[in-house]
Protein backbone atom coordinates (compact mmCIF):
# COMPACT_ATOMS: atom_id res chain seq x y z
CA UNK A 1 0.00 0.00 0.00
CA UNK A 2 1.40 3.33 -0.58
CA UNK A 3 0.98 5.88 1.93
CA UNK A 4 -0.42 9.18 0.33
CA UNK A 5 0.01 12.78 1.82
CA UNK A 6 -3.21 13.36 2.61
CA UNK A 7 -3.48 10.01 4.94
CA UNK A 8 -0.11 11.14 6.70
CA UNK A 9 -1.40 14.73 7.64
CA UNK A 10 -4.55 13.95 8.79
CA UNK A 11 -2.81 10.70 11.36
CA UNK A 12 -0.75 13.84 11.96
CA UNK A 13 -3.50 16.03 13.20
CA UNK A 14 -5.17 13.34 14.81
CA UNK A 15 -2.41 12.62 17.33
CA UNK A 16 0.17 15.30 17.69
CA UNK A 17 0.45 18.64 19.14
CA UNK A 18 -0.41 21.13 17.01
CA UNK A 19 2.07 23.49 17.88
CA UNK A 20 3.26 23.89 14.21
CA UNK A 21 1.66 25.16 11.00
CA UNK A 22 3.83 22.91 8.36
CA UNK A 23 3.00 23.43 4.47
CA UNK A 24 0.75 20.40 3.57
CA UNK A 25 4.02 19.06 1.58
CA UNK A 26 5.00 15.51 3.13
CA UNK A 27 8.79 14.78 2.12
CA UNK A 28 10.56 11.61 2.19
CA UNK A 29 13.72 12.01 0.60
CA UNK A 30 16.05 14.63 -0.51
CA UNK A 31 20.06 15.13 -1.67
CA UNK A 32 21.89 18.54 -1.86
CA UNK A 33 19.37 21.49 -2.22
CA UNK A 34 16.10 19.31 -3.54
CA UNK A 35 13.90 17.12 -1.56
CA UNK A 36 11.10 15.14 -2.72
CA UNK A 37 7.34 14.26 -1.04
CA UNK A 38 5.27 11.44 -0.83
CA UNK A 39 4.13 11.37 -3.99
CA UNK A 40 7.36 11.55 -6.28
CA UNK A 41 7.16 15.74 -6.69
CA UNK A 42 10.36 17.65 -6.60
CA UNK A 43 11.04 20.72 -4.50
CA UNK A 44 14.09 23.09 -4.29
CA UNK A 45 14.64 23.60 -0.38
CA UNK A 46 14.85 26.91 0.65
CA UNK A 47 14.63 27.16 3.79
CA UNK A 48 17.12 23.99 4.67
CA UNK A 49 15.49 23.63 8.06
CA UNK A 50 16.31 26.88 10.00
CA UNK A 51 19.77 26.46 8.33
CA UNK A 52 20.25 23.12 10.09
CA UNK A 53 21.05 21.84 6.26
CA UNK A 54 23.51 24.31 5.52
CA UNK A 55 25.73 21.52 4.03
CA UNK A 56 22.64 19.82 1.78
CA UNK A 57 20.35 17.06 2.32
CA UNK A 58 21.70 13.72 3.69
CA UNK A 59 25.29 14.94 2.31
CA UNK A 60 27.10 11.68 1.63
CA UNK A 61 30.25 12.30 3.37
CA UNK A 62 28.62 13.27 6.80
CA UNK A 63 26.52 10.30 5.97
CA UNK A 64 29.28 7.77 5.77
CA UNK A 65 30.92 9.26 8.80
CA UNK A 66 27.61 8.81 10.73
CA UNK A 67 27.31 5.05 9.41
CA UNK A 68 31.04 4.67 10.03
CA UNK A 69 30.81 5.37 13.82
CA UNK A 70 27.16 3.57 14.72
CA UNK A 71 28.97 0.94 13.88
CA UNK A 72 31.78 1.33 16.45
CA UNK A 73 30.12 3.29 19.70
CA UNK A 74 27.10 5.84 19.84
CA UNK A 75 26.87 6.88 23.42
CA UNK A 76 29.34 6.12 26.83
CA UNK A 77 27.85 9.03 28.73
CA UNK A 78 30.54 11.53 29.62
CA UNK A 79 31.06 9.38 33.09
CA UNK A 80 33.49 7.53 30.54
CA UNK A 81 35.93 9.22 27.86
CA UNK A 82 35.41 8.52 24.05
CA UNK A 83 37.57 8.42 21.52
CA UNK A 84 35.47 10.76 19.22
CA UNK A 85 35.47 13.94 21.81
CA UNK A 86 38.97 15.24 21.90
CA UNK A 87 38.89 15.36 17.87
CA UNK A 88 35.73 17.13 17.87
CA UNK A 89 36.91 19.73 20.39
CA UNK A 90 40.67 19.77 18.55
CA UNK A 91 38.75 20.55 15.25
CA UNK A 92 36.33 23.25 16.01
CA UNK A 93 38.45 25.01 18.30
CA UNK A 94 40.97 25.20 15.33
CA UNK A 95 38.65 26.33 12.89
CA UNK A 96 37.08 28.61 15.28
CA UNK A 97 39.97 30.00 17.26
CA UNK A 98 38.21 29.37 20.70
CA UNK A 99 40.08 27.93 23.24
CA UNK A 100 37.19 25.61 25.33
CA UNK A 101 33.98 23.71 24.07
CA UNK A 102 31.12 22.49 25.87
CA UNK A 103 29.06 20.14 23.61
CA UNK A 104 24.97 19.93 23.60
CA UNK A 105 22.49 18.82 21.61
CA UNK A 106 19.79 21.53 20.88
CA UNK A 107 20.85 25.05 20.15
CA UNK A 108 18.43 25.95 23.36
CA UNK A 109 20.22 23.98 24.91
CA UNK A 110 23.48 25.64 24.58
CA UNK A 111 21.73 28.79 25.48
CA UNK A 112 20.67 27.51 28.58
CA UNK A 113 24.62 26.58 28.71
CA UNK A 114 25.64 29.46 28.25
CA UNK A 115 23.29 31.65 30.41
CA UNK A 116 24.26 29.15 33.54
CA UNK A 117 28.06 29.51 32.99
CA UNK A 118 28.14 33.46 32.99
CA UNK A 119 25.84 33.61 35.68
CA UNK A 120 27.84 31.28 37.68
CA UNK A 121 31.17 33.50 35.93
CA UNK A 122 29.49 36.63 37.32
CA UNK A 123 29.28 35.30 41.23
CA UNK A 124 32.58 34.10 40.87
CA UNK A 125 34.79 35.77 38.88
CA UNK A 126 33.30 39.18 38.05
CA UNK A 127 31.69 39.61 41.83
CA UNK A 128 28.28 40.52 41.37
CA UNK A 129 26.43 39.83 44.67
CA UNK A 130 25.02 36.61 45.03
CA UNK A 131 21.50 36.34 42.99
CA UNK A 132 21.75 39.55 41.58
CA UNK A 133 23.43 38.75 38.14
CA UNK A 134 21.73 40.78 34.77
CA UNK A 135 22.10 39.52 31.11
CA UNK A 136 20.97 41.73 28.67
CA UNK A 137 19.46 40.72 25.50
CA UNK A 138 17.33 42.61 22.51
CA UNK A 139 14.02 42.81 22.24
CA UNK A 140 12.97 40.28 18.67
CA UNK A 141 15.16 37.77 19.82
CA UNK A 142 15.20 34.49 19.47
CA UNK A 143 17.08 31.73 21.60
CA UNK A 144 14.95 28.90 21.57
CA UNK A 145 11.84 27.57 23.45
CA UNK A 146 13.13 26.46 27.03
CA UNK A 147 11.55 28.15 29.72
CA UNK A 148 14.28 29.98 30.65
CA UNK A 149 15.06 31.64 26.85
CA UNK A 150 11.13 32.05 26.52
CA UNK A 151 11.05 33.95 29.43
CA UNK A 152 13.50 36.92 27.82
CA UNK A 153 11.54 36.68 24.49
CA UNK A 154 9.61 39.75 23.41
CA UNK A 155 7.33 37.47 21.00
CA UNK A 156 4.00 37.40 23.18
CA UNK A 157 3.48 33.88 21.10
CA UNK A 158 6.56 32.05 22.28
CA UNK A 159 5.67 33.40 25.75
CA UNK A 160 2.43 33.71 25.97
CA UNK A 161 0.78 31.53 29.64
CA UNK A 162 4.24 29.70 29.90
CA UNK A 163 5.07 32.09 32.97
CA UNK A 164 6.20 32.46 35.93
CA UNK A 165 9.85 33.03 34.49
CA UNK A 166 13.52 33.32 35.21
CA UNK A 167 14.31 37.20 36.47
CA UNK A 168 17.68 38.62 35.68
CA UNK A 169 16.73 39.62 32.04
CA UNK A 170 17.06 43.04 31.01
CA UNK A 171 15.76 43.92 27.28
CA UNK A 172 17.26 46.76 24.71
CA UNK A 173 16.07 47.01 21.37
CA UNK A 174 18.34 45.61 18.53
CA UNK A 175 20.66 47.43 16.66
CA UNK A 176 20.97 50.32 19.25
CA UNK A 177 24.16 50.37 20.68
CA UNK A 178 23.17 53.66 22.99
CA UNK A 179 20.60 51.59 24.57
CA UNK A 180 23.07 48.71 25.53
CA UNK A 181 25.44 51.04 27.01
CA UNK A 182 22.47 52.73 29.23
CA UNK A 183 21.07 49.55 30.35
CA UNK A 184 24.92 47.84 31.62
CA UNK A 185 24.99 47.87 35.54
CA UNK A 186 27.69 46.59 37.69
CA UNK A 187 25.92 43.52 38.09
CA UNK A 188 25.60 42.74 34.32
CA UNK A 189 27.62 39.47 33.51
CA UNK A 190 26.56 39.43 30.00
CA UNK A 191 25.17 40.71 26.85
CA UNK A 192 23.44 38.16 24.75
CA UNK A 193 22.90 38.85 20.76
CA UNK A 194 22.35 37.51 17.36
CA UNK A 195 24.85 38.98 14.91
CA UNK A 196 21.71 38.93 12.29
CA UNK A 197 18.29 38.38 13.78
CA UNK A 198 16.65 35.08 11.94
CA UNK A 199 13.38 34.26 13.24
CA UNK A 200 12.57 38.08 13.43
CA UNK A 201 12.80 38.72 9.72
CA UNK A 202 16.53 38.53 8.78
CA UNK A 203 17.27 41.84 10.50
CA UNK A 204 20.93 43.04 9.85
CA UNK A 205 21.92 45.88 12.52
CA UNK A 206 23.33 48.70 11.16
CA UNK A 207 27.01 48.65 10.31
CA UNK A 208 29.60 49.23 13.41
CA UNK A 209 26.98 48.05 16.15
CA UNK A 210 28.27 44.40 17.14
CA UNK A 211 32.16 46.34 16.74
CA UNK A 212 30.82 49.14 19.66
CA UNK A 213 29.02 46.24 21.44
CA UNK A 214 32.66 44.46 21.59
CA UNK A 215 34.17 47.58 22.94
CA UNK A 216 31.27 48.04 25.29
CA UNK A 217 31.04 44.54 26.99
CA UNK A 218 35.15 45.04 27.12
CA UNK A 219 34.78 48.15 28.79
CA UNK A 220 32.17 47.07 31.49
CA UNK A 221 34.00 43.69 31.81
CA UNK A 222 30.68 42.15 30.31
CA UNK A 223 30.79 38.78 28.45
CA UNK A 224 29.55 39.36 24.90
CA UNK A 225 27.75 36.14 23.72
CA UNK A 226 26.79 35.75 19.97
CA UNK A 227 23.90 33.14 18.90
CA UNK A 228 25.14 32.44 15.80
CA UNK A 229 23.22 28.99 15.92
CA UNK A 230 21.46 30.20 12.76
CA UNK A 231 24.28 32.71 11.36
CA UNK A 232 27.11 30.80 11.90
CA UNK A 233 28.64 28.06 9.64
CA UNK A 234 28.48 29.42 6.37
CA UNK A 235 25.14 30.79 6.20
CA UNK A 236 26.11 34.16 6.05
CA UNK A 237 29.03 33.52 3.29
CA UNK A 238 31.77 33.71 6.52
CA UNK A 239 32.14 30.52 9.09
CA UNK A 240 30.91 33.39 11.85
CA UNK A 241 29.02 36.27 11.42
CA UNK A 242 30.97 38.10 13.56
CA UNK A 243 33.87 38.18 10.86
CA UNK A 244 31.74 40.64 8.84
CA UNK A 245 32.62 43.25 11.52
CA UNK A 246 36.00 41.97 12.46
CA UNK A 247 35.08 41.29 16.17
CA UNK A 248 35.13 38.13 18.66
CA UNK A 249 32.88 37.13 20.99
CA UNK A 250 34.11 36.04 24.48
CA UNK A 251 31.54 33.00 24.19
CA UNK A 252 29.84 31.50 20.85
CA UNK A 253 27.04 29.44 20.46
CA UNK A 254 26.36 26.78 17.90
CA UNK A 255 24.38 24.23 16.46
CA UNK A 256 21.77 23.46 13.63
CA UNK A 257 24.68 22.95 10.70
CA UNK A 258 26.60 21.55 13.41
CA UNK A 259 25.72 18.16 12.30
CA UNK A 260 24.84 18.99 8.42
CA UNK A 261 21.16 18.23 9.86
CA UNK A 262 21.70 14.85 10.60
CA UNK A 263 21.46 14.42 14.77
CA UNK A 264 21.23 17.39 17.04
CA UNK A 265 24.74 18.86 18.02
CA UNK A 266 25.20 22.14 19.62
CA UNK A 267 28.09 23.88 21.56
CA UNK A 268 29.34 26.41 23.46
CA UNK A 269 32.18 28.25 22.43
CA UNK A 270 34.09 30.17 24.78
CA UNK A 271 37.64 32.42 24.18
CA UNK A 272 37.45 33.93 28.09
CA UNK A 273 37.39 32.07 31.22
CA UNK A 274 34.24 32.02 31.26
CA UNK A 275 33.58 28.18 30.62
CA UNK A 276 36.21 27.50 33.50
CA UNK A 277 33.75 28.40 36.42
CA UNK A 278 32.54 25.01 35.67
CA UNK A 279 33.58 22.09 37.54
CA UNK A 280 32.50 18.87 37.77
CA UNK A 281 28.78 17.62 38.54
CA UNK A 282 27.58 21.41 37.71
CA UNK A 283 26.36 21.16 34.24
CA UNK A 284 25.65 18.33 32.21
CA UNK A 285 24.01 16.06 29.42
CA UNK A 286 23.51 12.46 29.06
CA UNK A 287 23.60 12.77 25.09
CA UNK A 288 26.13 15.47 24.93
CA UNK A 289 29.76 15.27 23.50
CA UNK A 290 28.60 11.68 22.47
CA UNK A 291 30.88 9.95 20.05
CA UNK A 292 28.38 9.73 17.23
CA UNK A 293 28.22 13.50 17.68
CA UNK A 294 31.48 14.15 17.72
CA UNK A 295 31.83 11.85 14.56
CA UNK A 296 28.89 13.80 12.56
CA UNK A 297 30.19 16.92 13.60
CA UNK A 298 33.71 16.52 12.87
CA UNK A 299 32.45 15.33 9.39
CA UNK A 300 30.29 18.37 8.78
CA UNK A 301 32.63 20.91 9.54
CA UNK A 302 34.78 19.36 7.54
CA UNK A 303 32.76 19.17 4.19
CA UNK A 304 31.73 22.75 4.81
CA UNK A 305 35.05 23.97 4.67
CA UNK A 306 37.06 21.47 2.02
CA UNK A 307 33.99 21.51 -0.22
CA UNK A 308 34.11 25.75 -0.33
CA UNK A 309 30.42 26.13 0.62
CA UNK A 310 31.19 28.99 2.60
CA UNK A 311 33.08 31.19 -0.21
CA UNK A 312 29.99 29.59 -2.60
CA UNK A 313 27.46 31.14 -0.01
CA UNK A 314 28.88 34.57 -0.42
CA UNK A 315 29.11 34.06 -3.98
CA UNK A 316 25.55 32.75 -4.36
CA UNK A 317 24.04 34.60 -1.88
CA UNK A 318 25.21 38.02 -4.15
CA UNK A 319 23.43 36.44 -6.75
CA UNK A 320 20.26 36.09 -5.08
CA UNK A 321 19.97 39.20 -2.86
CA UNK A 322 20.48 40.65 -7.07
CA UNK A 323 17.85 38.42 -8.68
CA UNK A 324 15.23 38.92 -5.87
CA UNK A 325 15.98 42.94 -6.14
CA UNK A 326 15.36 43.19 -10.13
CA UNK A 327 11.52 41.88 -9.61
CA UNK A 328 9.30 44.24 -10.58
CA UNK A 329 6.56 44.33 -7.77
CA UNK A 330 4.29 46.40 -6.05
CA UNK A 331 3.65 43.93 -3.04
CA UNK A 332 7.90 43.84 -2.40
CA UNK A 333 8.78 46.10 0.55
CA UNK A 334 12.38 45.06 1.07
CA UNK A 335 14.54 42.21 -0.26
CA UNK A 336 17.56 42.15 2.34
CA UNK A 337 20.36 39.29 3.13
CA UNK A 338 23.87 38.74 3.84
CA UNK A 339 25.47 35.57 2.02
CA UNK A 340 22.49 33.22 2.35
CA UNK A 341 20.72 34.62 5.02
CA UNK A 342 17.65 36.00 2.64
CA UNK A 343 14.40 37.99 3.30
CA UNK A 344 12.02 39.21 1.18
CA UNK A 345 9.53 41.26 3.39
CA UNK A 346 5.75 41.90 1.66
CA UNK A 347 4.09 45.16 2.35
CA UNK A 348 0.84 44.80 4.03
CA UNK A 349 -1.60 44.79 1.71
CA UNK A 350 -0.32 41.57 0.20
CA UNK A 351 -2.12 39.98 3.04
CA UNK A 352 0.61 38.04 4.75
CA UNK A 353 3.26 35.86 3.27
CA UNK A 354 1.67 32.58 3.55
CA UNK A 355 -0.21 32.78 0.74
CA UNK A 356 3.18 33.12 -1.51
CA UNK A 357 4.55 30.69 0.09
CA UNK A 358 1.91 28.28 -0.93
CA UNK A 359 1.82 29.71 -4.44
CA UNK A 360 5.75 28.90 -4.73
CA UNK A 361 4.85 25.53 -3.28
CA UNK A 362 2.98 24.70 -6.19
CA UNK A 363 6.06 25.64 -8.39
CA UNK A 364 8.47 23.61 -6.92
CA UNK A 365 10.03 26.08 -4.08
CA UNK A 366 10.07 25.56 -0.39
CA UNK A 367 10.30 28.31 1.74
CA UNK A 368 8.10 29.90 4.90
CA UNK A 369 7.20 32.73 6.03
CA UNK A 370 8.61 34.18 9.05
CA UNK A 371 5.78 36.68 11.55
CA UNK A 372 3.32 37.67 8.99
CA UNK A 373 4.56 39.30 6.15
CA UNK A 374 8.33 38.10 5.33
CA UNK A 375 9.68 34.87 3.51
CA UNK A 376 12.99 33.79 4.42
CA UNK A 377 14.87 32.79 1.74
CA UNK A 378 17.94 30.18 3.04
CA UNK A 379 18.71 27.21 0.78
CA UNK A 380 21.61 24.95 1.22
CA UNK A 381 24.91 26.30 1.02
CA UNK A 382 25.92 24.04 -2.07
CA UNK A 383 23.32 25.99 -4.47
CA UNK A 384 24.37 26.14 -7.97
CA UNK A 385 23.68 29.76 -10.12
CA UNK A 386 21.67 28.08 -12.15
CA UNK A 387 19.43 26.62 -9.20
CA UNK A 388 19.85 30.44 -7.56
CA UNK A 389 18.33 31.90 -11.51
CA UNK A 390 15.06 29.14 -11.24
CA UNK A 391 14.34 30.24 -7.46
CA UNK A 392 14.55 33.35 -8.51
CA UNK A 393 12.36 33.27 -11.87
CA UNK A 394 9.86 31.38 -9.23
CA UNK A 395 9.32 33.99 -6.82
CA UNK A 396 9.69 36.99 -10.11
CA UNK A 397 6.50 34.08 -11.04
CA UNK A 398 4.84 34.88 -7.89
CA UNK A 399 5.75 38.31 -6.82
CA UNK A 400 6.11 40.05 -9.53
CA UNK A 401 3.03 42.78 -10.60
CA UNK A 402 1.68 42.60 -13.81
CA UNK A 403 1.34 38.75 -13.67
C1 LIG B 1 17.18 27.73 16.04
C2 LIG B 1 17.79 28.69 16.97
C3 LIG B 1 17.93 28.41 18.33
C4 LIG B 1 17.37 27.18 18.98
O1 LIG B 1 17.87 26.00 18.47
P1 LIG B 1 17.09 24.63 18.74
O2 LIG B 1 18.00 23.57 18.21
O3 LIG B 1 15.80 24.72 17.98
O4 LIG B 1 16.86 24.54 20.20
C5 LIG B 1 18.58 29.36 19.12
N1 LIG B 1 19.04 30.50 18.59
C6 LIG B 1 18.91 30.81 17.29
C7 LIG B 1 19.47 32.08 16.77
C8 LIG B 1 18.26 29.93 16.43
O5 LIG B 1 18.10 30.25 15.14
Redesign the pocket.
Known amino acids: MTVQSADLIALEQQLGANNYKPLDVVLSRGQGVWVWDVEGRRYLDGLAA??AINQGHCHPRIAAAMIEQMGKLTLTSRAFRNDQLALFYRDIAELTGSHRVLPMN????A?ETAIKAVRKWGYEVKGVPAGQAEIIVCADN????TLAVVGFSSDPESRGGFGPFAPGFRMVPFGDADALEKAITPNTVAFLV?PIQ??AGVIIPPAGYLKRARELCTQHGVTLIF?E???GLGRTGKLLAEEHEGVEADVT?V??ALSGGFY?V?AVLSNSEVLGVLKPGQHGSTFGGNPLACAVARAALRVLVEEGMIENAAIQGERLLQGLRAIRSNIVRDVRGRGLMTAVELAPEAGGARGYCEALKTRGVLVKETHEHTIRVSPPLVIKPEEIDWLVEQFDAVLSSGN
Do not use: M
Not at 106 to 109: D, H, I, K, L, V
Not at 142 to 145: A, E, I, K, S, T
Open positions: YSSGAEVFHGREGEDIQTLGKPS
